[in-house]
């Protein structure tokens, strides 16, 4: 999936790259005919004259659009990457994760793929062109200059990739260690940045602030690290390298002078021609960094994408919503959790029909909110079966089974964007008179005719912020937009102030009108208006 992207990045570059090398070779080729025609008072020619002219010309462009071409192939990979990995993040379920894991995502989905698209697209086929161009120069040498030079400069070839390679193992475990820290973190500061008024509240924030302070440390160490093994290779690939080439081609230049076999314009051409060998050296200690640093990155998106889904998919199936009244609801001695220890809900059994209102309650961590994920089918039982209308969710999809399903949580998200696009996230086409309609029933309408600019007030992160009454009543228009069969109010109610909670309440009952309805609470005095109240944990 990752290496897909390679080759057609490739092919682009490492063509330019060998079109460059050869104008370049035959361009020094002509020096060395000018410098002969000079010292032997020849005439020059008129094409190479041409030839002086162009190619260093050519040789610039292809430069130049190389470049382009790498920077597009970049963004564009970057762009299918992130695509890839946050669609794999999306379908692997909502299920809690821990912040660890939470900060390895964001760097796979930031970090990592911006690394990964840099050495695929960037580097892979730049650093193959360049390679690939001293065959070429040595080729011309072959045919212009001198076969035996040639032969002698073709042996220093093969010598870069080799110490390369040994750099590379060496570099691999320091790259690792970088790359792990670097998700730790950022898992580090989003855990701390979800938690800061928690973190205030205790007075803690001086004491994580002086953790992630040494945690920032340790990542610039391992930059470091890694920036001095690349100095090194740079310094000595470069200088070892370089000379050496140099050092070989001007002796060559000279013992074949003597013997004859050489004209003086030649041998100054095989040395300009040596040191078109010596590009891989510069560009592999220039790029080191990124090809490192790259690699490692790929390995962690390797794992991210390795994940699989925590439920298997299950099938579509299109339900016909009965155009009043609700779906009925059954779990039939379910048993569930959540794979650590001892399951969350034993042997439970609950039959709900069609437009019935019922009160979930029982103490804090009895299973309640486990039964709104294994209704809306981001858990599977373990035994026994849940059935949402005709669909058991064991065989259906989560797609199929959530059409049927909206859930107003304890807390609403609100994205960056205006009321209008925090609404749409229920109903992505929902025209604007659909939009006021549900504002209105939400009994957010007044409060939406005071906002500056009404539906299309900013909220979120840079706009507005709502108060945990109004983001409630977003939530439960939300809710109205979908048009379930059956509703699920997770403690509507519990984050909000007693002002809020009248007219939340008011807008619940106008939601709860012929729908199946569960209201989960921890509290019998908390609900209202129910049919039943049925308790958890008493009996199991
Ligand atoms: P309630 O909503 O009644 O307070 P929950 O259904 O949220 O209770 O939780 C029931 C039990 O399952 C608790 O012990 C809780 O710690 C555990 N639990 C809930 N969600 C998860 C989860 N995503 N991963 C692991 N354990 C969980
Ligand atoms: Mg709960």
């Known amino acids: 999936m990752l290496a897909a992207t390679a080759r057609s990045a490739a092919v682009v570059p490492i063509l330019l790259a060998l079109v460059s090398a050869a104008a370049l070779a035959v361009f020094f080729v002509l020096v060395g005919h000018v410098l002969d025609a000079i010292v032997f008072r020849d005439a020059l020619t008129g094409p190479v004259v041409t030839g002086l002219i162009l190619l260093p010309l050519v040789a610039v462009a292809c430069t130049l659009l190389s470049s382009r071409f790498s920077a597009r192939a970049t963004s564009a990979t970057e762009r299918r990457l992130r695509g890839l990995v946050l669609g794999h993040v999306f379908g692997l379920g909502v299920m809690r994760r821990p912040a660890a894991a939470s900060g390895r995502l964001v760097s796979a989905a930031t970090t990592d793929v911006e690394k990964a698209s840099a050495y695929r697209a960037g580097f892979v086929g730049p650093i193959a062109g360049t390679m690939a161009g001293p065959v070429l120069v040595i080729v011309v040498i072959g045919l212009a200059v001198d076969v035996v030079s040639a032969l002698w400069l073709a042996i220093a070839i093969p010598v870069i990739p080799l110490v390369v390679g040994g750099f590379q193992r060496a570099f691999r475990t320091v ?211 849940v059935r949402v209308g005709p669909l058991d969710t064991r065989d259906a999809s989560g797609e199929s089974v959530r059409s049927l399903i909206a859930v107003v949580d304890q807390q609403t998200t609100l994205f960056t964007g205006s009321i209008a696009d925090n609404l749409r996230v229920a109903k992505s086409d929902a025209t604007d008179a659909e939009l006021v309609a549900a504002v209105d029933a939400a009994g957010l309408g007044a409060d939406v005719a005071r906002m500056p600019l009404g539906l299309d007030t900013p909220v979120g992160e840079r706009g507005l912020s709502l108060s945990g009454g109004q983001a409630q009543r977003v939530a439960i228009a939300r809710a109205l937009l979908r048009d379930t069969p059956i509703v699920i109010l997770d403690e509507p109610t519990s984050q909000v102030d007693l002002a809020s909670e009248a007219a939340i309440i008011e807008a619940l009952r106008t939601l709860s009108r012929d729908r199946t309805v569960i209201t989960i609470a921890h509290r019998a005095s908390a609900i209202r208006d129910v049919d039943r109240v049925i308790e958890l944990g008493a009996s199991s």
Request: glycine share 12%; hydrophobic share 45%; proline share 4%.
């Open 175 to 385: 790259s690792g260690s970088y790359r792990r820290s670097t998700a730790m973190l950022s898992g580090a500061f989003l855990e701390a940045v979800q938690g800061l008024s928690t973190l205030v509240l205790h007075r803690a924030e001086g004491r994580t602030g002086r953790d992630l302070a040494a945690r920032g440390e340790d990542n610039r160490r391992q930059v470091m690290r890694l920036l001095a093994v690349n100095q090194l290779l740079i310094l000595v690939v470069d200088a070892a390298f370089s000379l050496g080439t140099l050092a070989l081609a001007a002796t060559l230049a000279v013992v074949r002078l003597l013997d004859g076999t050489l004209t003086p314009g030649t041998a100054v051409a095989l040395v300009l021609l040596s040191t078109l060998l010596t590009g891989p050296a510069d560009i592999v200690g220039q790029f080191f960094y990124i090809g490192a640093t790259g690699r490692a990155a790929e390995r962690g998106l390797s794992g991210v994408l390795a994940e699989r889904p925590s439920l298997p998919a299950g099938s579509a199936v299109r339900v016909d919503r009965p155009s009043v009244g609700g779906l009925p609801i059954e779990l039939d001695r379910v048993t569930a959790g959540y794979g650590d220890g001892a399951p969350a809900l034993r042997d439970l059994s609950l039959s709900i029909s069609a437009g019935e209102h019922v009160a979930l309650v029982g103490p804090s961590g009895v299973g309640k909110s486990t039964v709104a994920a294994l209704l809306s089918r981001h858990l599977l039982p373990e035994s026994g079966a």
